[in-house]
């Protein structure tokens, strides 16, 4: 078996990578696209445009010798047979051409035009003069006049500036195609690697997290390492969603301002992205200074809610001992005195430190304290009537009490709600704000029970109370012994006594049912048998 195990593995191992290498190739095939139509998108734009004009006859070497051709990519504009005013003919031809060229960058079919003074027709392509013709070029064509010359090669330096301006339009529209495909693909190669390395940021963090020190102002712990790793972990998420919106608005700008349809969006977005974004940072620039002390203010307010709260942590552990204050009450006093620091810094401290008492930040702390009021009501009452019943004594721990309808032992006493074990064993949390609205029975450190019995009629009343008395002093204290009721069906008495615990109730009744059964004394009908 160990054989076959061993090339099965071996085989998944190979499986596995020819999987990644599929997946490298196609990465790097979906690359090469993207490259290739880009380079193919270039190579549409450097390729000039075919000719429009109809096919003629080749000329002659003769004819070809005595004339030269004036060109706008690969259509004739008009054909020179002479030199002019000293410049030869071919000169004269490339000179014209290189003004064309030159005019077709900015005029357009429409900027075209002829204008003729003594005997001169000079043609213009926008502002740029690139060809004069007089009679003798007219003649050589075999023109009726120079007007007709002229106005011909006008025609056809029209149709070459519109199949020019065709040409230009439908390659950059490929190359802009070219741009948003090889963009995309670098956006979202972008996107995945940020992503790769915030996880294998956190993954560096989870790994070492032993590593990670907390945040402390010489023996003042600030932030502990668990705070700071949480801390790391949301700054990364924040950082990579940042990125990716950066890098999403400026792959949107630049495809916007590709094409001529959508280039007006781009300075509307920009305008609305990086308008507010500027004076935002105009106003954080011109508040700097009170930044910085508003931070130093919220650092010091910090670090004295982390002092108190250690010294009361202190007190509490019984590592710190001090005459006005139990340790019992030292968590409770802890909640009180930070809660108390932070409204302070809010109300008070926050307008002396931005210099107006009336400012907008006095007044947001103001707003906001009374928020938090407003919303915390309930919560503000039971703190309230928790201070008075825990610094005023009212609850002890180890009593055995009654609120709300629910019983037990108390074993913890807090500002907000008062922690109780019930007889089966569970505990019970009862809000302070309960004891408003309902009584509060105290019934000291032992448990009382009580529970109500009956005993046939014809059992004589002193015997029963006899027995009764005599197994509840067995068993618990005080104990108060009441007949109630007495009829036909039996008579009716009421046991009451202080037990240990509430787990004793159980054993009380069922020692006292013992002793009465011990006594020969029949239980009768009704309700308590």
Not at 37 to 62: D, G, N, Q, R, Y
Not at 315 to 326: D, H, I, K, N
Request: aromatic fraction near 4%.
């Amino acid at each position: 078996m160990t054989p076959v195990v061993s090339r099965r593995r071996a085989d998944d191992r190979r499986a596995v990578r020819r999987g990644r290498g599929a997946l490298g190739a196609a990465r790097s095939g979906l690359l090469r696209l993207a490259f290739g139509v880009f380079a193919a998108s270039l190579l549409v734009c450097a390729l000039p445009a075919k000719a429009e004009s109809p096919a003629s006859p080749p000329p002659s070497a003769s004819a070809a010798a005595a004339q030269a051709v004036v060109r706008l990519g690969d259509a004739q504009v008009v054909t020179l047979r002479r030199g002019r005013g000293g410049v030869a003919l071919a000169e004269r031809a490339r000179l014209a051409t290189s003004a064309l060229e030159k005019a077709s960058r900015r005029a357009g079919p429409d900027d075209v035009r002829v204008e003729a003074a003594d005997g001169v027709a000079v043609l213009y392509a926008g502002e740029v003069p690139f060809l004069q013709l007089d009679a003798q070029d007219a003649a050589l064509a075999n023109d009726a006049s120079l007007e007709v010359h002229a106005a011909a090669a006008a025609a056809r330096a029209r149709d070459a500036l519109a199949a020019e301006r065709r040409r230009s339009q439908i390659a950059n529209t490929v190359l802009s195609l070219s741009l948003v495909v090889f963009l995309s693909l670098v956006a979202v190669f972008v996107g995945r690697k940020l992503g790769e390395f915030v996880e294998r940021a956190r993954a560096a963090v989870e790994r070492n997290a032993h590593r990670v020190p907390g945040l402390r102002v010489r023996d003042i712990e600030v932030m502990r390492p668990a705070l700071v790793r949480s801390a790391l972990d949301v700054g990364l998420g924040v950082m990579r969603w940042v990125v990716l919106g950066a890098v999403a608005y400026a792959w949107l700008v630049v495809v916007l301002s590709l094409f001529e349809s959508t280039r007006g969006y781009t300075e509307k977005l920009t305008g609305f992205v990086l308008g507010p974004l500027s004076g935002l940072m105009g106003r954080v620039a011109g508040a700097l200074p009170l930044v910085i002390v508003f931070i130093i203010a919220a650092a010091a307010t910090a670090v004295l809610v982390r002092f108190v709260g250690l010294f009361f942590a202190s007190v509490a552990r019984g590592e710190t001992s001090v005459e006005w204050l139990s340790a019992d009450l030292a968590p409770a006093t802890s909640a009180l005195a930070r809660g108390g620091i932070v409204v302070a810094a809010l109300v008070f401290a926050a307008p002396v430190v931005i210099g107006e008492r009336e400012g907008a930040l006095g007044r947001a702390g103001l707003v906001l304290v009374a928020a938090l009021g407003l919303g915390a009501v309930p919560l503000l009452a039971s703190g309230a009537a928790g201070a008075i019943v825990l610094f005023g004594r009212r609850l002890r721990v180890g009593d055995h009490v009654e609120i709300a309808g629910r019983a037990g032992r108390v074993v913890a006493v807090d500002l907000l709600s008062v922690r109780l074990v019930e007889a089966g064993g569970g505990e019970v949390r009862v809000p302070h704000l309960a004891a408003l609205w309902h009584p509060t029975r105290v019934l000291g450190a032992r448990a009382r029970a009580r529970f109500e019995l009956v005993v046939a009629a014809s059992a004589p009343p002193d015997r029963v109370l006899a027995v009764l008395l005599e197994a509840s002093r067995e068993l618990a204290s005080d104990p108060q012994i009441e007949l109630t009721s007495m009829d036909a069906g039996g008579a009716r008495w009421v046991v009451e006594a202080d037990c240990e615990a509430p787990e004793s109730r159980a054993l009380f009744q069922a020692h006292v049912a013992a002793a009465l059964a011990r006594a020969e004394i029949p239980l009768g009908g009704g309700r308590g048998a």
